[in-house]
């Protein structure tokens, strides 16, 4: 079977486009795969504070200083306060990956604060950053997802 010369630049225009996709199928998984974050499910803590991430949307075990809302912290601070709330995953336009979390009543006021914590890669590891002067990011993997703390 002979092609005529525009369906044999179709033919190859065809193939072309599908050996690009097929390229760059695999680029994707690769980008996408092992390497990317890890799931923000567990326990994070780091500094004597704790953040657990449950599977169902709540937090477990918490210990954060009400600086962790704020973008600078301050003498007022004071120690860490363990508090119910609810996270989700999530990104940031400028800073990637992360999980926004919402603590009830962190600054005793009755009110909730949301923050977002940011996956930061620190050599093979990911960490949780809180914020643009949280450096290194505060918060490390302790318990993976699935593994009770206890």
Do not use: H
């Amino acid at each position: 079977m002979k092609l005529s010369g525009r369906a044999a630049v179709v033919a190859v225009l065809v193939v072309a486009v599908a050996a690009v996709v097929a390229v760059a199928g695999v680029v994707i998984a690769a980008v996408s795969g092992q390497d990317g974050p890890p799931d923000p499910r567990g326990r994070w803590a780091g500094g004597g504070e704790v953040v657990e991430l449950l599977g169902d949307g709540t937090l477990g075990e918490v210990a954060v200083s009400p600086s962790i809302c704020s973008s600078s912290a301050g003498p007022a601070d004071g120690p860490p306060r363990s508090v119910r709330g609810t996270w989700r995953a999530g990104s940031f336009s400028d800073a990637g990956t992360g999980v926004y979390v919402t603590f009830d009543d962190l600054r005793g006021d009755g009110r909730s604060c949301t923050t977002y914590l940011q996956f930061v890669k620190v050599g093979a590891a990911y960490r949780l950053g809180a914020n643009a002067r949280d450096e290194p990011a505060r918060f490390v993997r302790s318990t993976p997802a699935g593994v009770p703390a206890g």
